[in-house]
């Protein structure tokens, strides 16, 4: 007998017997016929529930029944799989009618995909789907925060097998552990944009759940993966994102870093009293940062007043090299004279304009840029009046926007995803870290882009590389740019971008088609945030 395409997974314990006939019938009436639904509940089951299954199980031989003693349902349930794709569901959840002929036809367009995962919503008290969670495109550094890829969660059989399937040992997290460890091996995680697994409400929010028992397991499992994977991190609970984990620098070496800081000395007022960015910059660095190894590279303007070059020189001492440039304004120009006088293993960009919150932003970059797959790491960027200003970059219809930008730095975001580390199609070149080898790879910053766009152009090449960009939510900086600072974009610089990038007017693989700028809807977490004004369109 041929295996079926999906074998739906069905840990039964003690649910209310019209749920369980919910489930059960959105598995019956799923529109693609090629399943099984393999189904393992305790013998201890009340007479009502032992008789729904029965029922179910006389009445279509693609479900399979098994009753045993104990726990282990789910190992048991997932032992009777013999599908070649095989997806969890909770004794009183549902599956959207459509759920696997999505599925299968996303696998149908990447055959090597080994893991698909949907968007979800919840079942609250009155029996209607509510509060839905339109997850991000595959981001492996969000799964390392937040168990968000969720349900409907699809792997491949062999490889689950491969991977030694649920761990016992890690409670609620197992699933957590499960995806980590699939992602590790998976030749293509795919995300299937649409509302196909509806939960019922545990009271926790999209993305978010957990008691200590859960906050516990989730972290051993994220401490594995990272041991597995190489990345120099320590994992701990998340106090301000429930059942997510914290990752900390645990670096074996301390590579050297260039700070890259393009200036023209400009002054401007900060609490209240004028400042030389530039000065101020380099104090927040050199009083805040806990890193040891770095330089700063200043390179400045020949009409920067010569008191501030010596100012300079005297703050940073060995620590600072103060390169000359003499052309008209080009950012990219400057930053890649800036790297071409440094001697760091990692670039950080940096405007003048900045103010360091985070003492261990260097390292906790260094955590991130030194991992092999990612070409860019960003920050969180606030203004002087707390509001965000940049908190990762989205690409939604041709509009290209900050996420957030001008909402209060309190908000915590749809999904907590404005404090949760993730990838973003690109993040901000104000502040922006990257492998020297990347970057010489790329052939650096891109002169043609001389004001706007050369950050994104940057973020995209690496992209186009098989890298990926990393928004760290944790690492915080002022950024003393004006809130009412023009956000124009001149029509040259939208049609050579488009002509590089035509791909920009689809929808942004690293967001949801569901989202706006982060959030559903426009503007439902929150008002006033301002966001750029151009669209790139043909």
């Known amino acids: 007998m041929p295996e079926p395409r999906f074998s739906i997974v069905a840990p039964v314990s003690g649910p209310p017997p019209p749920m369980l006939d919910e489930m059960l019938a959105s598995v019956r009436g799923q529109d693609f016929g090629d399943w099984e639904l393999c189904l393992?509940?305790?013998?201890?089951?009340?007479?009502?529930?032992?008789?729904v299954l029965d029922r179910a199980a006389a009445g279509d031989s693609r479900i399979r029944l098994r009753y045993r003693d104990g726990e282990g349902a789910t190992a048991a349930a997932l032992a009777m799989a013999q599908g070649s794709f095989v997806g969890l569901l909770g004794d009183v959840d549902r599956l959207s009618p459509r759920a696997l002929t999505?599925?299968?036809?996303?696998?149908?367009?990447?055959?090597?995909?080994?893991?698909?995962?949907?968007?979800?919503?919840?079942?609250?008290?009155?029996?209607?789907?509510?509060?839905?969670?339109f997850k991000p495109g595959w981001s492996p550094e969000r799964l390392r925060a937040q168990m968000y890829t969720g349900r409907l969660?699809?792997?491949?059989?062999?490889?689950?097998?491969?991977?030694?399937?649920?761990?016992?040992?890690?409670?609620?997290?197992?699933e957590w552990d499960i995806a980590l460890r699939i992602s590790e091996r998976a030749r293509a995680v795919l995300h299937v944009p649409s509302l196909l697994y509806h939960r019922r409400a545990s009271g926790d929010g999209p993305g978010q759940g957990g008691d200590r028992a859960f906050s516990r397991a989730s972290v051993r499992a994220v401490r594995a993966h990272c041991e597995r994977i190489g990345l120099q991190a320590t994992v701990e609970p998340d106090p301000g994102r429930p059942g997510g984990c914290r990752l900390r620098p645990a670096l074996t070496e301390a590579p050297k870093v260039s700070i890259v800081i393009p200036t023209r000395g400009q002054s401007r007022a900060i609490?209240?009293?004028?400042?030389?960015?530039?000065?101020?910059?380099?104090?927040s660095i050199l009083a805040t940062s806990t890193y040891g190894n770095y330089e700063v590279v200043c390179v400045a303007d020949d009409s920067t007043a010569p008191s501030t070059l010596e100012a300079l020189r005297a703050l940073g001492g060995e620590r600072l090299r103060i390169v000359p440039y003499d052309q008209p304004f080009n950012f990219s120009a400057k930053i890649n004279l800036g790297a071409a006088n440094s001697g760091g293993e990692h670039l950080l960009l940096l405007n003048d304009d900045m103010e360091v919150i985070t003492p261990d932003w260097i390292e906790r970059m260094v955590m991130y840029s030194s991992h092999a797959g990612i070409g860019a790491v960003g920050a969180q960027l606030r203004w002087e009046d707390e509001r965000i200003q940049h908190a990762g970059v989205v690409l939604e219809g041709g509009l290209p926007g900050h996420v957030y930008r001008g909402a209060g730095g309190e908000l915590s975001g749809y999904a907590r995803n404005a404090l949760v580390t993730q990838n973003y199609l690109a993040v901000t070149g104000a502040c922006l870290m990257t492998p020297r080898s990347v970057f010489e790879r790329v052939g650096g910053f891109p002169p043609e882009l001389p004001v706007n766009y050369n950050d994104l152009d940057y973020c995209l090449r690496l992209r186009a590389q098989g890298l990926r960009v990393v928004y760290d939510a944790d690492t915080v900086l002022y950024h003393f740019e004006s809130s009412s600072r023009s956000t124009k974009v001149n029509a040259w610089e939208k049609s050579l971008l488009l002509q590089r990038?035509?791909?920009?007017?689809?929808?942004?693989?690293?967001s949801n088609p569901n989202l706006r700028y982060g959030e559903p809807g426009r503007g439902l977490l929150r008002r006033g945030a301002r966001f750029a004004k151009t669209r790139l369109s043909r």
């Open 40 to 51: 393992c509940a305790d013998r201890s089951a009340s007479p009502p529930v032992r008789e």
């Open 102 to 133: 999505s599925i299968d036809a996303a696998l149908r367009l990447q055959p090597e995909a080994d893991f698909v995962y949907t968007d979800e919503d919840e079942i609250d008290a009155a029996g209607r789907c509510s509060d839905p969670f």
């Open 153 to 174: 969660g699809v792997l491949r059989r062999s490889l689950l097998e491969e991977v030694g399937g649920l761990s016992s040992a890690l409670d609620g997290a197992a």
């Open 271 to 283: 609490r209240g009293e004028t400042t030389v960015l530039v000065l101020h910059c380099l104090r």
């Open 501 to 510: 990038w035509p791909s920009l007017i689809g929808d942004d693989p690293c």
